[in-house]
């Protein structure tokens, strides 16, 4: 009951976010901006070579840390620094302390550091008497405001120069003028004697730099290199993982941090800093120089076989920059410390899992985060584990743990899919199509779309009667429906099954085995449900009997293809069929316009203007982009739309947790759609349909929306 009432406040906190209309803009903004601004400064660069470079160094890096702190150690005393190792983030608040005691330090200017904010260093030495004040201007101002980061780049993102404005007057007790540069001119007269005044100086450390011992620091402001140079003490508080080999290491991820960060093609400014300096010119007033390395957990984290990537994390803070989730409610309502996908998964391993259990439910599994992560760390798969983590420990929801039972059994799964045509009689509107009103009975918030309801005949009981017959046929294909396919939209099936036997050379198969492809359970935490999902659609289907294994489903697919191997990566015996399996699967668009060729359909082309909605597990997932376009030019008159490439917000069953969420970034999806002066909108998921579709609807609007295959079959002459 407890965990009820807490959940209900945390999606309370959501809707107030999303009422905050001046964050949501000035988040819209930016992640508009921002994808135009990477393009541009990755522009000529093999990203991808550079992420793989990346991430396998920081992988030898974190396998030899032990190594590498021992030699940093050594090459950084012998420069005149001292260096210390605290296992826990309050050892590491009381080493730091005890640097000021013994050094008389009253005042502490610090610089930006997330490491420090997960130690809940201001609040510490606060506690023993110390006066800390922020010198990065974002940092400055939410700490005068008592509030976190909202960005682990941008801190202070969320707030108007109004606001600023505001909190500036009462800090200078003088009316300030809301104008940005004159708001930064107060900020730096107010911060100037704060320097000056400084007994200890604390940075953070982009990289400690093993070969010589050095604290690399990147900024965008000069408040770290006066933060680190005035001040007669400066303690670096360092994460272990930040530990790299040599300075071109460093250098290469400086290729790929400001650009990733916020499209910049080199941040202002890079300090390197290798041993205590003289202080303000004056030889009798010695520097003193500490470098506090933070273990919280990153040792043991560094030999997770799983986990272990997390470590690899550059903080450019893409992973939010691109989130539709952060997008909408801000960081305050999407991370604990650390902001974004990276800190829904950072939350549990640093601050526990009572912190993290709600976070990590609230990710619509777009795929944004790992297609724009500098390392390549995979996140959406890694939110999963620690939600199923969670519930292994915590014990599993009845909901989610019921549905996993229902799954694992197929016969009765199907049964109960069959059966709901009949319960769904009495809230059926009237022409059968819709469900009325039942979704809101059993959950709130739900009015936003009309849901399908189901039709009289699933796919598989219609697959006799309209399986291709093809003589001496050069391919030999395996349909996967899945779940929605089969027993909601057939009617997709069945236009895909035209458009294919117009080829003339394909034999068709649907295995009747087959059943939901496992990811519902997946997204519910239900991680050996799917695991026993995944095994029985492997054997219904047997990859050695096909050329092809295709499904209308792009989410269906890029689990089938990227899902499966991970999940059943301890069924030894079973590996090499599994294996093989993903690599014969492939999404309905890319088969048509790759494998069949656009030659063999001989479309009757239509002047209707048609929108494209790229779903994220085919634009992401499966790397598909031009294939579904370039087919629906042949068929309609193609109409690009504004961020076609943004998710819709249905995510299966999380737009049933969070129907706020996904109301919102449906009601902009179809905004954007409707300002295209389109009639209709294909896309490759049969979610994504019943998402769009629904809320097209519920809306009265009259763009039609259609599965890809659908659109094709009705050009085919």
Sequence with gaps: MQTAVKIEEYLQEIEESLANEFQRKALDTFAVAYRTGRENAFAGIDVKGLVDEIARAKDEALARMDELYARFKEKAQAMGGQVHLAETASEANEIIGRIAEENHCGKVIKSKSMTAEETHLNRYLEGKGLQVVESDLGEWIIQMRGEGPSHMVMPAIHLSRYQVAELFSGVTRKEQDPDIQKLVKVARRELRKEYVEADMGISGGNFAVVETGTIGLVTNEGNARLATTLPRVHVALVGLEKLTPTLRDALRILRALPRNATGQQITSYVTWITGPNECRSAPENKKIMHVVFLDNGRRALA???????????????????????YRLVGGHKYGHVY????????????????????????????????????????????????????????????????????????????????????????FAES????????????????DFRKLPAIPEKAFRDEWKAIQPRVAGPKLRLALFSGCVLDFVYPEQMKAAVQ???????????????????????????????????????????????YDTIMTLCATCASHLKHGYPKLLEHETALMPKVRQFADKVIDFSSFVHDVLGVSALKLDRSTRKVGYHAPCHLCRGLGVREAPRNLLNLAHEYVPTAEEEVCCGFGGSYSMKFPAISKTLLAKKMADLEAGGISAVATDCPGCVM????????AGKDIEVRHMAELLAERLG
């Excluded at 030999?303 to 989730?325: H, K, T, Y």
């Design 303 to 325: 030999g997770d076989r799983d986990f272990s990537q997390v470590l690899r994390c550059i903080r450019c803070g893409a992973c939010a920059n691109v989130c539709p989730v």
């Design 339 to 426: 902001i974004g996908a990276i800190g829904l998964v950072m939350t549990y391993f640093f601050h526990g899992r009572d912190k993290a259990k709600f976070l990590v439910q609230n990710c619509v599994n777009c795929g944004a985060c790992r297609e724009v992560c500098a390392a390549g760390i995979d996140l959406p798969r890694l939110i999963k584990e620690i939600h199923a983590r969670i519930q292994d420990e915590e014990g599993h929801p009845v909901p989610s743990r019921l549905l996993g039972m229902v799954l694992q059994n197929r016969a009765m799964f199907h049964a109960l899919l069959k059966n709901m045509r009949w319960a769904q009689k009495p």
């Design 431 to 446: 022409g059968g199509e819709y469900i009325r009103h039942l979704p809101t009975i059993f959950l709130k918030g739900q």
């Design 499 to 545: 458009v294919i036997a117009r080829a003339g050379t394909v034999a068709v198969d649907y295995p009747m085995k087959q059943s939901c492809c496992g990811l519902p359970v997946v997204m519910m935490g239900e991680k050996q449900a799917a695991v026993e999902v995944a095994k029985q659609n492997v054997l219904a289907m047997d990859p050695g009997d």
């Design 691 to 698: 998402q769009i579709r629904g809320g097209m609807k519920a």
